[in-house]
C-alpha cells in the first residue's frame, strides 16, 4: 500500500512511522479525485481485515456471543450490510466540535447525522458523561448478548 501512495503522492508522504496521515489528509481533503482514489485503495483492506478478524473470532474455541467493530465511515462506504445491527453514537454539531482535537472538514462529505440516526438499530446521544455512555453501552451488551 506504501508503494501505491508514493506513486500517487510522492514519497514526502511516508515518514518513520508510515504513511503521514496529516499530510495525507491535507491533499486528499482539498482535493475529491484523490480523496476518491484513497477511498478506493483503503476500504476493500479494511473490509477484508474486519471481516477476516470476524472469521477468526467465530473459528475460536469459546467464540463471544457478540463482537462489536467501529466503522467511522460505515454508511458512506456502503459497510452496513456486513453487520446484524448498527448502533449509532451521536452528539449535538456543537459537542463534537468541541471534543475534535484537529480541524476535521470531512463532516461536510459524509452522510447528514438524522440519516444515519434513521438507518441504524440502535442510536445514543452521547452529550453527557462517560459514565452514562457506559450504562447505556452495558444495556446495549445485555440486550444483545440475550
Do not use: C
Amino acid at each position: 500500500m506504501h508503494r501505491a501512495l508514493v506513486e500517487r503522492f510522492g514519497a514526502q508522504i511516508i515518514g518513520e512511522d508510515g504513511a503521514d496521515r496529516a499530510g495525507l489528509a491535507r491533499i486528499v481533503f482539498d482535493d475529491p479525485l484523490a480523496l476518491e482514489w484513497l477511498e478506493q485503495l483503503l476500504h476493500p483492506r479494511v473490509a477484508a481485515a474486519q471481516l477476516a478478524w470476524r472469521d477468526d473470532v467465530a473459528r475460536s474455541s469459546e467464540p463471544p456471543r457478540v463482537t462489536v467493530a467501529e466503522v467511522p465511515l460505515l454508511y458512506e462506504a456502503g459497510a452496513d450490510g456486513r453487520f446484524d445491527v448498527v448502533v449509532v453514537i451521536t452528539a449535538p454539531p456543537e459537542v463534537r466540535a468541541e471534543r475534535r482535537h484537529v480541524e476535521d472538514r470531512r463532516e461536510q462529505r459524509l452522510l447528514p447525522e438524522s440519516e444515519k440516526v434513521r438507518r441504524a438499530d440502535h442510536v445514543y446521544e452521547n452529550d453527557g458523561t462517560l459514565e452514562e455512555l457506559d450504562t447505556f453501552v452495558a444495556g446495549l451488551m445485555r440486550e444483545l448478548e440475550a
